[in-house]
């Protein structure tokens, strides 16, 4: 079901990326980055002590100079080139998407007839008609009609999917392709607020913000080098102190070998591959702190139909209860039908045809529509004669039959348990106070829950299956998916409070839905994702959209956003203790240059102290480019506990960052030692 993109790095993308790490040299720019600006300016620093010897004291060693000044730059450049890499898919997604995003001509209904006007120029709240063949000219919801429409274009899924009024199947995209039949969409977003233009904004990465963790982790970088910074500047005096001579060059190259360039130069890319990596699994996310929200999720909300089942509930039978007759229950069912544009509503007249059943369709128009609500779990017809015939949840019903002072029939109970325990759902029928049986409407649940559900058991999350459905339906489809606990008789607002009761309690709440009902409760997740398929107030509400209306595509985010954290940890720890050890490489080197009796101190045996500084100053930034396949595809993750990730992360990352300067040094000081 989730589908990987397809992500090759063409040459052209590679191309784009090396102009812009010039491009982004710009200290303008440079400067939202402090550790690497910093870089910048030492490099500046010895270019003006190299155009101007002496300015900056003695400089005996010109090529010396100019070796740093060229490892410094290469140092931003690989720094930059990250950065341009990540972000270099997301501009060609965005490319692809502006092509889709073409002017169409779209039937607008003016009064009474249809005008043809550009689809640039729709507002929210027009009419429009989209015939088969036609190109759907904006985002909006259908009112009128069914349809199969060819969504290709934006989710990469070439099976047509069926679309219609009412209910949550009912809002379609802007430039996706009717393939057949003909419906009319009200539209909901004025020019430029469109779904598409949300993505190419998005893929573009142009309104990227740093998320909290982010900003955090840049202000410990940027803390950190200011006190390298003054660490290296006190040097100076207490070396003219003692009369030794500490060349300009030689105190830069030692700054940038304490600051963290390393994690300071990959941070941003590293961000912004994980957002990609989510967008592979065609989920769009509208910020990256969504998705490392998804990293640290303790508990999943889901509804039942249309998430864990396929939300197809399709009327099957029809059970009569007390004195009621199979002809009366069909009469009244497909009354109280007559208006209700629901699938399950219109699942009831479906059924009568199929059976040839008759009911007095004449009465049926001549009544008040009584919509479905989540509130009431109940829809009908008020008729002219004062009669009101309803159909709804089964406890709904029941309370609203006993209002009147009703009977509830005997077997009411038995019918609805047996309905209940094949996992379907139940729906009474009652005209005032009479009860006068069941619809039993099927669902199926989609295949792969279980294994599925065990996946986020071995993650540490708690899954709660949340739905209007009976406590018994619920049980029944609970246990066939295989999540941990389930809510039954659930309202919208039921869904909100326990969101708000597991974030009372310090957890960090994802949520799925599709439906009008699940917008406040996936607004009041952490993690709000939307299927596509689903209402466009859920997808505005929610902070993630997943184009292949899969629900379980959550545990493929949370494993990104899990990744994208332990991502960014590795690499820290990684880049400090490398930092560590370039100190005990050029420290002593450096003294070495003015007390020989220093050379006790090189343990590494370094052919020179010059060497020894450019040796460190090189592999400072070979190990960004070296780095950049594990930022951009992320460190490896398995389903286990966070304790035994992070020890085990600390013990490669750590020890690893410790060992390998001293060898990468050595290895390159056997090279330069030959030219110096
Ligand atoms: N068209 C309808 N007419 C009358 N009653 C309905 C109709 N559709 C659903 N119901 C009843 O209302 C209940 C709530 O429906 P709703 O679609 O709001 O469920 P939900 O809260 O989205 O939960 P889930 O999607 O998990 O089942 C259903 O379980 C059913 O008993
Ligand atoms: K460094
Ligand atoms: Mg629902």
């Known amino acids: 079901m989730s589908t990987q993109r397809k992500s090759i790095l063409s040459g052209r993308m590679v191309q784009r990326a090396i102009l812009d790490s010039f491009r982004k040299l710009n200290p303008v720019m440079m400067i939202k980055n402090p550790v690497m600006f910093v870089v910048e300016l030492g490099a500046m620093l010895v270019l003006l002590q190299m155009l101007l010897p002496g300015i900056l004291g003695r400089s005996s060693h010109t090529g010396f100079n100019i070796a740093v000044f060229v490892i410094l730059l290469i140092t931003i450049l690989f720094a930059n080139f990250a950065e341009a890499l990540a972000e270099g898919r997301g501009k060609a997604q965005a490319d692809h998407l502006k092509k889709t995003k073409q002017q169409v001509m779209a039937n607008k209904r003016v009064g009474g007839g249809l005008r043809s006007v550009p689809s640039t120029e729709l507002r929210k709240e027009d009419?429009?008609?989209?015939?088969?063949?036609?190109?759907?000219?904006?985002?909006?919801?259908?009112?009128?009609?069914?349809?199969?429409v060819d969504e290709s274009a934006i989710t990469g899924e070439s099976a047509p999917v069926i679309k219609e009024a009412g209910g949550d199947f009912c809002s379609v995209t802007g430039g996706t392709l009717v393939v057949s039949d003909s419906i009319v969409v009200r539209i909901t977003n004025d020019p430029g607020e469109s779904f598409i233009d949300r993505m190419i904004s998005l893929v573009k990465g142009a309104k990227r913000q740093r998320t909290p963790n982010e900003i955090a982790l840049g202000t410990l970088l940027a803390v950190l080098t200011v006190i390298f910074l003054i660490v290296v500047f006190t040097l100076k005096p207490i070396a003219d102190y003692l009369n030794i001579e500490l060349e300009t060059a030689v105190l830069i190259s030692l700054l940038v070998c304490l600051i963290p360039t390393t994690i300071g130069g990959l941070l941003s890319a590293i961000g912004i591959a994980g957002m990609d990596r989510v967008t592979q699994y065609n989920v769009l996310a509208m910020s990256g702190k969504a998705v490392e929200a998804a990293g640290d999720v303790n508990t999943?909300?889901?509804?039942?139909?249309?998430?864990?089942?396929?939300?197809?509930?399709?009327?099957?039978?029809?059970?009569?209860?007390?004195?009621?007759?199979?002809?009366e229950l069909a009469n009244w069912a497909a009354i109280s039908s007559q208006f209700d544009e629901t699938p399950e509503g219109r699942s009831v007249l479906a059924l009568l045809r199929e059976r040839g059943l008759i009911y007095d369709e004449l009465l049926a128009r001549s009544g008040d529509s009584i919509e479905f609500k989540a509130e009431t779990r109940m829809s009908g017809v008020d008729l002219p004669d004062g009669r009101r015939v309803r159909k709804g949840a089964v406890d709904a019903i029941r309370r609203w039959v006993a209002e009147q002072s009703g009977q509830i029939p005997d077997d009411l109970e038995a019918v609805t348990h047996r309905v209940a325990v094949a996992g379907g759902t139940p729906l009474a029928v009652a005209v005032d106070a009479v009860i006068y049986g069941v619809i039993y409407l099927k669902d199926t649940v989609k295949p792969g829950m279980k294994e599925r559900f065990e996946q986020l058991r071995k993650m540490g999350i708690r899954t709660?299956?949340?739905?209007?459905?009976?406590?018994?339906?619920?049980?029944?489809?609970?246990?066939?998916?295989?999540?941990?606990?389930?809510?039954?008789?659930?309202?919208?607002?039921?869904?909100?409070?326990?969101?708000?009761?597991?974030?009372?309690?310090?957890?960090?709440?994802?949520?799925t839905g599709d439906g009008t009902n699940d917008a406040p409760a996936l607004a009041q997740a952490d993690v709000g994702l939307a299927m596509n398929s689903g209402t466009v107030s859920a997808k505005e509400a929610a902070n993630m959209v997943d184009l292949d209306s899969d629900p379980s595509k959550l545990i493929e985010v949370v494993g990104i956003g899990k990744q994208l954290l332990m991502t960014r940890g590795a690499l820290t720890t990684f880049s400090i203790a490398n930092d560590i050890a370039k100190y005990f490489a050029i420290l002593p080197a450096m003294f070495m240059l003015a007390i020989p009796q220093m050379s006790v101190l090189n343990?590494?045996?370094?052919?020179?102290?010059?060497?020894?500084?450019?040796?460190?100053?090189?592999?400072?930034?070979?190990?960004?480019?070296?780095?950049?396949?594990?930022?951009?595809r992320g460190v490896?993750?398995?389903?286990?506990?966070?304790?035994?990730?992070?020890?085990?992360?600390?013990?490669?990352?750590?020890?690893?960052?410790?060992?390998?300067?001293?060898i990468g040094i050595k290895l390159i000081d056997l090279f330069v030692h030959l030219w110096i």
């Open 127 to 148: 009419i429009v008609v989209v015939s088969q063949g036609e190109m759907i000219p904006g985002d909006g919801e259908i009112i009128e009609g069914l349809a199969s």
């Open 300 to 327: 999943m909300i889901l509804d039942k139909t249309g998430t864990i089942t396929y939300g197809n509930r399709m009327a099957a039978e029809l059970l009569p209860v007390g004195a009621g007759t199979e002809a």
């Open 464 to 511: 709660i299956m949340c739905t209007g459905d009976n406590p018994l339906t619920a049980a029944t489809i609970a246990q066939e998916a295989g999540v941990d606990d389930y809510i039954a008789e659930c309202k919208p607002e039921d869904k909100i409070d326990v969101i708000r009761r597991e974030q009372a309690a310090g957890k960090l709440v994802a949520m």
């Open 603 to 632: 343990v590494m045996k370094l052919g020179s102290p010059l060497s020894a500084v450019l040796s460190a100053l090189i592999f400072n930034a070979v190990i960004i480019p070296l780095l950049i396949p594990i930022a951009m």
């Open 636 to 662: 490896k993750y398995r389903p286990m506990s966070s304790q035994r990730l992070l020890s085990r992360n600390l013990l490669i990352y750590g020890l690893g960052g410790v060992v390998a300067p001293f």
